[in-house]
């Protein structure tokens, strides 16, 4: 009899320090996941950015200045006759046409929405949000599904339906910082983050801070804009052009009643 | 006749693998799919074809399961023909959703390894289609083995199939108990998953301006139609007629459904959603939407009227035709109209014109789930069981139930936590499962439940004073 309780007291404690074990592995994993996702955040001198365009409609010359210079920069393949024709070209920055009663035409690059419903619907996590708030993809993980397109409000998604070819299909044109895209993925707008993460790994090397002006003209639309209308920076840090600017009178969001609440803040023209 | 039939589904179905290898090799170029916002549509035939494939047959799956619950003689033949049918029908839906895929083959490496149960796709593609699927083999699998059974014993594969089954009453009251909660616990799954698809389909998750409200309802009602019009065609007169008078009510609603959607729509504050419905109503869609609505008016009628002449096989499937027709409009309508005519920025409207390419695919997987069923009825016969009444429950295993309780808990837990690690539950929102390949542990959850109704009528019974082995006779009463 004490034999069988020795039995039961050994095979409960066995049972219990198992049970232990698993959830500290649980409790373990999902640290390690917090942590993980947290890291970038912290690397960013312990605050996180929230990067943001402001586009002034008042002084957009609507040249396709950035459309073409986000093409270049992106290694975004130019649509052939026959693509182009059947409506299939990929353009990470457009020209949303002109409605009326609302906006002139008006340069539209993907919104970056803090509420992303992009990310949603994503099946395998192809889409993301970075701590940053830019709204990426991971392109060797999209399936192909295209959720993503149907569920952005704002038709800034592209997808690749053939293989990219580029004029005499010469690699040597291509920026090396970006990768080309494979047919059967779904494509967008990164911010130029690669121009992001150059910048901040210079000025951690330099052990300065990262300035304003040094953020305000990064991604490539903003560099190229010769009237310079489209800005670019940090929406929470109060001192930055950018953020003085969203907190213009005259600043309105594409389809606010989406509750998507975009990063791209356009200036509205006559007011 | 049917060698023919046979004939001309089998050339369909090589023609359609001949066009599916087409898009394989020069992308998804090849198809009428386009930029959305520049003219197009980025879901076309093949998403309507899962739409409706789908519905249908969960739509008759979930019919089937209640009139199995109910166990009643008058309507056993639809009992038995609607599993064969589900399984062809969602076959046919998986197909449609691997032929949409940008990216097929990693699909099948991703999904396991990072599948978000957050996303539509996990409740359309993982629980609709493939957990539905999985349940629904078993289901008829079990149901079959009488039949099996029968067949002649030197066949080995029959033998096997059948795993031993014996005409014992105990084999009965227990065949008879598993079909009866199988049924019962599949009917939330199945009924689940059409909603879910309602869902997806008709609200569209992250648009400003929905369709309205009645899309969801519609899309379920009009896939009970669908449902309801295949298993007219499949089954035989005395329970057609009981088939046919659903039909007939579930098509009614829907042309009501269908008419007070369009007059909410055009009335909605919402340009964009105003804009879809005059595209239905006198824009480039309006001879599909007259099409439709003209349609499910006609097989309203027609049902009614079939029902009450002692339903006609005739008139029966032409009824069923034209219900099938009218849905598969309705799904194309409510799919693609939106994505060229209902967006909420001024992009232009646009087109989308099914390629010979994707018409060849989508009739290649029709013509693959026609010969599915056409194969599964012939060598699977899922009626009904019926044990005599006046047989007492046979003597308990303790085995058995020990094995059934441990897959159900097991299984159950399994499932829990896959899908708690997939959703990322105990971490930030929106990122990686905390564990990769935790949708796996999901679906061996899933699929370890659905091994309970398995093990509970594939244990045989230990040799019982009371029974028999042939005929179920209790011993004491011979």
Not at chain 1, 146 to 172: E, K, L, T, V
Not at chain 2, 235 to 256: F, K, Y
Request: aromatic content about 8%; hydrophobic content about 45%; overall charge positive.
């Amino acid at each position: 009899m004490k034999r069988d309780d020795d039995a039961r007291d050994s095979r409960r404690k066995l049972l219990a320090g198992l049970a232990a074990s698993a959830a500290g592995a649980m409790v373990g994993y999902s640290g390690a996941a917090v942590a993980k996702s947290a890291e970038p955040a912290a690397a960013s001198k312990g605050r996180s950015r929230k990067w943001g365009l402001v586009i002034d409609l008042d002084r957009c010359a609507r040249c396709g200045g950035c459309v073409v210079a986000c093409q270049q920069e992106n290694n975004v393949a130019p649509a052939g006759p026959e693509a182009a024709a059947r409506t299939r070209p990929i353009h990470w920055m457009d020209f949303l046409p002109p409605a009326p009663g609302s906006f002139a035409a008006t340069p539209i690059p993907c919104m970056h929405c803090e509420d992303p419903p992009c990310v949603k619907v994503c099946p395998v996590g192809a889409t993301y949000q970075s701590p940053d708030g830019i709204t990426a993809q991971i392109w060797e993980r999209c399936i192909g599904c295209r959720y993503c397109m149907i569920a952005c409000p704002y038709a800034r998604r592209y997808f690749n339906w053939s293989d990219p070819h580029w004029p005499g299909d010469d690699p040597s044109s291509l920026n090396p910082d970006v990768a080309p895209r494979p047919r059967g993925v779904v494509e967008k707008c990164t911010l130029c983050h690669h121009r992001i993460r150059a910048a901040s790994e210079r000025a951690r090397v330099d052990e300065e801070p990262l300035t304003d002006e040094a953020l305000r003209r990064l991604p490539a639309c903003a560099q190229s804009c010769p009237t310079q209308a489209i800005t670019f920076g940090d929406l929470d840090d109060p001192t930055s052009e950018v953020a003085h600017l969203a907190a213009s009178p005259r600043a309105v969001r594409l389809l606010p009643e989406a509750g998507t609440r975009p990063k791209v803040i356009y200036l509205r023209e006559g007011k | 006749m049917k060698r023919a039939a046979i004939v001309v589904l089998t050339a369909l179905v090589t023609i359609g693998a001949y066009a599916w290898v087409q898009q394989v090799v020069h992308g998804e170029a090849v198809a009428d799919l386009r930029t959305i916002g520049a003219g197009g549509a980025v879901w076309g035939l093949y998403v309507v074809g899962d739409g409706f494939f789908a519905s249908a047959a969960l739509a008759g799956l979930a019919l089937a399961c209640v009139l199995r619950v109910r166990r009643s003689r008058e309507t056993e033949s639809a009992a038995r023909m609607a599993l064969p049918l589900g399984v062809a029908g969602l076959v046919a839906s998986l197909g449609c959703v691997l032929a949409d895929l940008g990216r097929p083959m990693a699909a099948m490496v991703n999904l396991p390894l990072f599948g978000r149960p957050r996303s539509p796709f996990f409740g359309t593609f993982t629980l609709v289609a493939g957990a539905s699927l999985l349940a629904t083999v078993v289901h008829l699998g079990l149901a079959s083995r009488p039949q099996w059974a029968e067949r002649p014993q030197t066949a080995w594969l029959w033998r096997s199939l059948a795993c031993g089954w014996k005409e014992t009453a105990s084999a009965r009251w227990r065949r008879e108990r598993v079909d009866f909660w199988l049924s019962l616990a599949l009917l939330p799954l199945f009924l689940g998953g059409i909603v879910i698809l309602g869902i997806v389909f008709g609200v569209r998750a992250g648009r400003p301006g929905w369709q309205g409200g009645f899309e969801v309802v519609t899309f379920v009602v009009s896939g009970g139609a669908a449902g309801c019009s295949l298993l007219a065609l499949a089954t035989r007169a005395p329970t057609r007629a009981n088939v046919l008078r659903l039909l007939g009510v579930l098509t009614s609603l829907t042309v009501l459904l269908v008419v007070a959607g369009e007059i909410l729509a055009l009335r909605t504050p919402y340009s964009s959603v105003q804009r879809y419905a005059r595209a239905l109503l006198d824009g480039p869609y309006r001879n599909l939407y007259w099409a439709e609505l003209v349609l499910f008016f006609l097989a309203a009628i027609m049902s009614l009227v079939t029902w009450r002449k002692t339903a006609s096989g005739i008139w029966s499937a032409i009824t069923a035709l034209l219900v099938c027709a009218a849905v598969f409009i309705e799904r194309f309508l409510v799919l693609v109209a939106w994505q060229t005519h209902g967006l909420g920025l001024s992009w232009p409207a646009g087109t989308y014109h099914p390629t010979l390419i994707e018409w060849s695919v989508f009739a290649g997987l029709a013509a693959a789930a026609a010969l599915v069923f056409r194969l599964l009825v012939k060598i699977c016969a899922a009626g009904t069981a019926t044990s005599d009444p006046t047989d007492p429950p046979p003597a308990g295993r303790r085995l058995r139930s020990l094995t059934t309780a441990a897959c159900l808990i097991l299984g159950f837990a399994a499932a829990s936590v896959g899908l708690a690690l997939s959703a990322g539950l105990a971490s930030a929102p929106l990122l990686d499962p905390i564990l990769p390949g935790s949708p796996l542990v999901f679906l061996a959850g899933l699929f370890l439940m659905l091994l309970a109704p398995v093990a509970c009528e594939l244990i045989p019974d230990r040799d019982s004073p009371l029974y028999e082995s042939s005929g179920g006779v209790p011993a004491t009463t011979k």
